[in-house]
Every structure is written in C-alpha cells, then in structure tokens.
C-alpha cells in the first residue's frame, strides 16, 4: 500500500487542508476507485473503506491483486471541518452553500474540441486517448477556491478508473443504490452482492455529481460527436455508482465488516483481485427509474410519528408518516401523509419536527412522473 497526502490550495491564511489516498496493486491493468464521505456528516462509509483497507493489504501481501485499487476514506476534508452549534453541516459548503456532490465540471464539455481530431476507429485507443485528454484538461485546471481544489483532486484520482463507488448514506435508510442506465450491466452484480434493497436508475440526474461526471463523460462525448456526424467507436469504459450505506447511524463494525467483505467479491468479480468468483445472490429488488421516486413531503410544520419503516413496501394512498401540530384544534392536529406510488420507503429523515414542505422520505416507485433535475439539494 501506498499512502498519498495531496494538498488544497486556496484555503484560508495559516491553513491548509489535505486529502489522504490509498493506492494498492500496480497501474496498467484495470483500476478500481472508491471514496468515503464526499457528504462529510455521512460516516459509515469511512468504517467500510477502514476495513477494506486491511483486507486489501492482505490481498496485496498475498500477491491476489491483478490490477490497481485506490481508496479515498475522507473525500471531503473541508466539510469535515464544518461545524455549527455542535452539529456537523458536511453536505454544503459553508462559504458558497454549494453540495460538496454538485456542480464537478462537464467533462465531455471540456475535451470535446481536442476529441474530435484524437479519436480514430479503434475502441481500445480511443479509451486511451479520452483518459489522457482528460488527465491533461485536469492537470491544466487552476481552481480558484479550496472547494475547486477538492473537486479537482478527487477526479485527478478517479478520471482513468474502470469502476468508481462513492459510498454515502441517508438519514434513516435500507441499503441502496444510484447509477446511469449505461452502468446498470456492470452495477448489477455491485447490488446483489450489497443486498441492495433498492436500485435507482437515471441518464444524467442534473446537478453535476461526482460519480456521473465519470460515467457520463462516456455516453455523452459520443452523443456529441455523433450529433457533428464523427462516429468515433466510444465504450463505456467507466462504470460509477452512489452506494448509500443505510443510515447515518449505521457506523457498526459488523455492518461495515460485512460491506466489505462484499466489495472484496465485487473486486473478484470484476477481475482487480484474484480467487473464486463469487455466487451472485438474488438481487432482493428491481431497479426503477429515479424519475419515479416520490419525495413525500409535509404541507404543514409539526410533530413527526412515521407509520412506516425503512424497506416496507407501500401502497398509493397509504399513509407514511402523521404529522401533529399539538395546538391545532382537534380537527386538524394530525395531518396523514400519503404515498402517491406503489413502492419502497428506502429512506426517511430523522429529525422528527417537520417545517411546512419539509422533506419526510422517499419511495422507489416503478412508474417515471418527474423531469429536471432528479437529485435532492
């Protein structure tokens, strides 16, 4: 194993932050790239990369790995630092209120003029020559802030990975998963082996996060230049995925033991770590479409007594959660929320007093309904 400090520019006077990555196996063959806590407040991926580490330096040591994997156990080292009354506040930024998961440059945007005259009519090469347009636009950009500087080391780290896994979690939540449709086939086997128990599919979700910036680079660089009439042959050569590792709370070492364990036999699956393949288990859900989850919401501010749990699954028109304004008069002190969908209520919040439209939970409905962007803030 190797340990890499890179520095953030860009911070304030008489500080400077810096991101910690874990290299195993050796360059040129194929990569693996999983990082932790990109939403800083969300730990329990830091304790799944924590144990996977140890199992890697195993596998190392033992001469079973057959390509590169990385690791990035705290990917946000600047929400780390956010603190405010005693609460953690890592999935903005502070300064910009921008989501540490937002707003990572359009890659395809950025290397299209150079592909146009780079690419030829071998798939393998125009990999090859993709990763490096991308790696020279990286080493080119001069962020201006810290945030930047974060953004920009984080895919430095990622751009020429086969496979990238951001591992987050939600408030109160089942196992789950997101990923474009293009990185379904090789995610599948991702969602079996975690026991997904719901399966989010998207073709560009808005807002510019992490993982499919890398995915999309792919799919979207030959939309483009195919709509300029070059038929340059493209593969998908990154598949990405937002892992989200149950709850906020789930920072258990059985869980995260068990986590990893998975992900050691996603890594023999895909060919970076020797040994068996693994049995695949029945995927214990079918994917759906993200346009098709609904965000239940309250109209009203109050009290909140959820009537359902994290992976039961529920009926349109079934209540969810009731919330109660104690000095309302009795006709109206409990007000039912309802599911508009047939689904799965993969994840709820935790706060239990609710603002007038404040966000409850989350249903994977099997029908798409929405458009814009699919992403929460």
């Known amino acids: ?133 991308v790696g020279r636009w990286l080493d080119a950009w001069a962020p201006a802030t810290e945030l930047d500087a974060q953004r920009r080391t984080l895919l430095r780290l990622a751009h020429d990975a086969d496979v990238v896994i951001d591992l987050h979690c939600d408030c109160e939540a089942v196992m789950h998963l997101y990923t474009e449709e293009p990185c379904w086939p090789a995610m599948e086997p991702l969602a079996r082996l975690l026991g997904c128990q719901a399966v989010l599919l998207a073709q560009d979700s808005g807002g510019g996060p992490f993982d ?71 995927l214990p859900c079918a994917p759906t479409p993200l346009a098709g989850s609904q965000t239940l919401r309250s109209p009203l501010a109050g009290l909140v007594a959820f009537l359902a749990e994290p992976g039961q699954k529920v009926a349109a028109g079934e209540a969810v959660a009731e919330v109660i304004d104690p000095t309302a008069a009795d006709a109206s002190r409990v007000h039912r929320v309802c599911s508009s969908v047939d689904g799965v209520l993969y994840a709820r919040v935790r706060d239990r007093y609710v603002h007038a439209g404040g966000e409850l939970g989350k249903i994977a409905g099997a029908i798409p309904f929405r458009t814009g962007d699919l992403l929460g803030a």
């Open 1 to 133: 194993m190797e340990r890499r400090e890179h520095l953030l520019t860009g911070g304030s006077i008489g500080q400077q932050r810096q991101l910690v990555s874990l290299h195993f196996g050796a360059p040129g063959a194929r990569k693996v790239y999983l990082q932790a806590s990109l939403h800083a407040e969300e730990l329990p991926g830091m304790l799944v990369l924590h144990h996977l580490r140890e199992l890697l330096r195993t596998a190392e040591s033992s001469g079973h790995l057959q390509g590169e994997v990385v690791l990035v156990p705290v990917a946000n080292p600047i929400g780390l630092s956010q603190r405010v009354n005693h609460k953690p506040t890592g999935r903005f930024e502070l300064d910009t209120a921008q989501n540490f998961n937002r707003h990572y440059p359009d890659l395809a945007d950025a290397i299209l003029e150079q592909a146009r005259s780079a690419l030829g009519p071998n798939p393998a090469e125009n990999t090859r020559a993709v990763r490096a347009l």
């Open 212 to 282: 499919e910036r890398l995915s999309g680079l792919w799919w979207q660089l030959a939309q483009r230049l195919q709509a300029e009439g070059l038929h340059h042959p493209l593969v998908q050569a990154c598949a990405s995925t937002t892992v989200e590792l149950r709850g906020e709370g789930d920072v258990d070492h059985a869980l995260a033991r068990r986590d990893a364990a998975a992900l050691m036999d996603y890594l023999v699956h895909v060919g970076v770590l020797g040994g068996p393949t693994p049995s695949l288990p029945d």
